[in-house]
């Protein structure tokens, strides 16, 4: 801070000592420099140890939250405190020069109470400003990350401010409005014959110097964080959870670093949540009832339904241990989960050896029954790679049955509030599982109901069979045998 002002104090004195002595008498010129430099003394040394008070007294030691909580409160006053003790010393200066004039006992020259006030003014608004945005650069970058470990400096009640629209009028003020009525000053200066070109020069080359720094240190404080936050948003956009920004700011950018982060975090646990959810209900409905679990909860839809078996499984179990056994299914899961979701079908229930898949339950696809009617071909012509994988685990080949059948469910979340499965619930289900359970009998791996095969488009090759009863539905059902 006390760096800005002294360029500030040179360059002002500067220009009190060109153009303010043409309006003085020389007692009052001889006063008026002796001041100067009697105030400068008198003045600079006490603002100089305040201010390193200020800074010091926060290498105390911390004990307790409450203290933490005032100790931080002191890091966010330091711009405001610097800036209001270097504001003091200029306004000082005003009342402290004028009364050395007065004891040359001679009468002021008017243009005096004007110039010599503004040009103060002047330069002390540019050196407050500089020195403002350069604490709050380095508080930000060497204070924040001791102090604020736990808690956002923008999340801290207590204290004042600067927000983002504080700082650009402020710096609009020094790099912009004080250079040009510091040249104003020149322009409406009383004696001509001391212009001095070179001098105005040197007030417009201060000006943009400002300007180049106040530029560079906004910068820093706002256009950086914007752009990180650009570049954040940007790589969530592709896909990164991982990405955080930092929220170590006392400004709204601190509060919108931490939404953000806090955003990101939702978009994780979400992102968990539906990778877990979706082992047990696929990850296109665990998405849907993330979205909005209502429109899940029971709609009439027409589906495709499909169930798969193992042949034989139960008497296998009873010479495999229970771990092998549990092995065998995982791996047999395993391998036909990712067929029938290649298919766009949806593993709604792994009953043992069983397997109920669902296509068409979202509504999204009206090509369902073909889908499902592939899926069951793919199945049993993945067995071969199945039991190679078993045979070098060490167990025997294993054979399926698939049936398949299409008709209206209702397909929703269905259970009590406690407990709640996603499930299709209807005749078209129990039809699907029965005919599975055909294939056993009539010696076909895969059976399609004639309204699954009517459905499809285009239709498989396959051999229509004699009507044949279904356990628990009245009259006879047409079922047609797909070859693999």
């Known amino acids: ?41 008198i003045a600079y040394p006490p603002l100089v140890l305040l201010w390193a008070f200020l800074v010091f007294r926060l290498r105390t030691p911390v004990t307790d939250s409450e203290r933490l909580r005032e100790r931080q409160r002191q890091v966010l006053r330091l711009p405001n405190q610097a800036a209001a003790i270097a504001a003091a010393g200029w306004i000082l200066s005003i009342p402290a020069l004028f009364i050395g004039l007065y004891h040359s006992g001679e009468a002021i020259n008017p243009h005096v109470w004007f110039h010599f006030p503004v040009s103060i003014c002047i330069a002390a608004v540019v050196a407050l400003t500089i020195g403002y945005f350069s604490i709050d650069w380095a508080r930000q970058r060497l204070l924040f990350p001791c102090f604020f470990r736990d808690l956002s400096p923008a999340r801290l009640e207590g204290t004042f401010r600067l927000s983002v629209a504080g700082r650009g009028k402020l710096w609009t003020l020094a790099a912009s409005v004080c250079p040009v009525f510091s040249l104003l000053l020149l322009l409406i200066d009383p004696t001509p014959e001391r212009s001095d070109v070179w001098f105005a020069l040197a007030v417009a080359g201060s000006g943009i110097l400002c300007g180049v720094i106040s530029s560079i240190l906004m910068a820093r404080l706002v256009v950086t964080p914007v752009e990180e936050l650009r570049q954040a948003a940007e790589r969530v956009g592709k896909g990164d959870l991982q990405v955080a920004m930092d929220p170590l700011r006392a400004d709204e950018f601190g509060l919108l670093a931490e939404e953000f982060n806090a955003m990101v975090a939702g978009l994780r646990e979400k992102e968990r949540i539906t990778g877990t959810f979706g082992r047990h209900v696929g990850r296109e409905i665990a998405a849907q009832l993330l979205r909005n679990e209502e429109e899940l909860q029971g709609v009439e839809r027409v589906v495709s339904v499909l169930f798969a078996d193992l042949r034989g499984f139960t008497t296998r179990c009873e010479s495999l241990p229970p771990v092998k056994a549990v092995k065998l299914l995982n791996l047999y899961h395993e391998h036909m989960t990712g067929i029938i979701e290649d298919h766009g079908g949806i593993v709604n229930q792994l009953i043992g050896d069983g397997i109920m898949a669902l296509f068409g339950a979202t509504g999204r696809s009206a090509a369902h029954a073909g889908e499902a009617i592939a899926a069951g071909r793919a199945m049993l012509r993945g067995l071969d790679v199945l039991n190679a994988k078993l045979s070098s685990e060490g167990f025997e080949p294993v054979k399926i049955g698939v049936g398949v059948h299409t008709g209206p469910a209702v397909v929703g979340t269905i259970g009590s509030p406690l407990r709640m499965e996603y499930t299709a619930i209807g005749d078209t289900v129990n039809s699907a599982s029965r005919i599975e359970s055909l294939t056993k009998e009539l010696g076909h791996p895969l059976l399609v109901s004639d309204s699954a095969w009517k459905a499809a488009d285009p239709k498989p090759p396959g051999q229509k069979l004699e009507p044949v009863a279904i356990r628990g539905r009245r009259g006879e059902m047409v079922l047609y045998s797909v070859p693999v």
């Not at 800005?4 to 009190?16: H, L, R």
């Not at 000592?17 to 003394?41: E, G, M, R, V, W």
């Open 1 to 41: 801070m006390f760096l800005a002002q002294a360029i500030g104090s040179v360059f002002n004195i500067t220009y009190n000592l060109l153009h303010i002595p043409p309006l003085l008498t020389p007692s009052q010129d001889a006063a008026f420099k002796a001041s100067i430099a009697l105030y400068n003394l």
